[in-house]
């Protein structure tokens, strides 16, 4: 695998901040609406694929300890 790097600017002016918070908020907006179920679906997975895991062991918070 080859790494590679992409360098943004990391210092913007007021403006340019609030133009790329904008093109942020619109990039979400258009993926939600072209890929929202399947990025539903997705998050159902993986919820489903750490809650399943057989492998965790399970701690026991009931103690019967009084503070």
């Not at 992409?6 to 609406?33: G, H, K, V």
Request: proline share 1%; glycine share 2%; aromatic share 12%.
């Amino acid at each position: 695998m080859n790494w590679k790097v992409t360098r943004i600017n990391t210092w913007w002016s007021a403006e340019e901040a609030c133009t790329m918070l904008s093109f942020l908020d619109e990039l979400r907006e258009q993926l939600w609406q072209t890929h929202g179920d399947q990025i539903t679906a997705y998050r159902l997975e993986e919820l489903e694929a750490r809650q399943s895991d057989e492998a965790q062991g399970q701690l026991d918070f009931e103690d019967p300890v009084d503070f």
